[in-house]
């Protein structure tokens, strides 16, 4: 294992101080070690998103649903969810080298290369998708809490939006923020208070 900003793999308090760059360095530096490292760990985060996806969407809609994966790293969760029956799922992740292990998966649509923030991501249009899946990425230096404003640009007016952080197959950290409407910018206070994160 070698690369950029190594203690900040798993040291999320390092990452503070660490610019976007740096960020997508080290995860560029960790393409090629990360499932290894992750399936050492016992991260199971993937696979609390396939169910909660497969409890929510019944198998005769999954293929026509409009998936982003968000963070999306090698993988893991794109995997799951083909495997599941979802075929429209496209990848976004800030590390090049990450979304090109994820190709070889042969899982994703498009491979998108860029951050989640409050920019706006001009390969995604308003209304893109019909649900955005995340593992792992609502920790420090990774996803802001201004990127919800992009995540409600990009999804259709019925929003689902799922999130595990760093679960394990003991823990029980899988939250949901399901909403029944398209929130505008003044609910995004409230959106952000809805989704709970561990």
Same mark, same amino acid.
């Given at each position: 294992m070698s690369g950029r900003h190594m203690d900040a793999r798993h040291n999320y308090n390092l990452r503070r101080t660490m610019t976007p760059k740096q960020i997508a360095d080290m995860?560029? /530096?960790? #393409?090629? /070690? *990360?499932? +290894?490292? %992750?399936?050492?760990?016992?991260?199971?985060? $993937?696979? =609390? &998103?396939?169910?909660?996806?497969? +409890? %929510? *969407?019944?198998? $005769?809609l999954r293929a026509a649903l409009q998936v982003l994966d968000v963070g999306a790293g090698t993988g893991y969760v794109g995997e799951t969810l083909s495997e599941l029956g979802f075929k429209r799922i496209d990848a976004l992740d800030p590390a090049q080298k990450m979304l090109d292990v994820a190709k070889t998966k042969k899982v994703y649509r498009r491979l998108i290369c860029a951050f989640l923030n409050k920019?706006? !991501?001009? +390969? &995604?249009? @308003?209304?893109?998708? /019909?649900? &955005? @899946? @995340?593992?792992? #990425?609502?920790?420090?230096?990774?996803?802001?809490?201004?990127?919800?404003? +992009?995540? !409600? =640009?990009?999804?259709?007016?019925?929003?689902?939006t799922m999130t595990v952080d760093d679960a394990t197959k003991d823990d029980d950290v899988v939250r949901m923020m399901p909403s029944s409407h398209k929130p505008d910018a003044g609910c995004l206070a409230r959106l952000t208070d809805l989704l709970l994160v561990v």
């Open positions: 995860f560029n /530096d960790f #393409a090629d /070690d *990360y499932e +290894e490292d %992750t399936k050492v760990l016992g991260l199971c985060s $993937h696979l =609390r &998103i396939g169910e909660y996806m497969a +409890e %929510t *969407y019944p198998e $005769h920019n706006r !991501i001009d +390969e &995604i249009e @308003t209304d893109q998708y /019909d649900c &955005i @899946t @995340t593992a792992g #990425a609502f920790n420090e230096g990774l996803i802001p809490v201004s990127a919800f404003q +992009e995540m !409600i =640009r990009i999804v259709k007016p019925v929003l689902n």
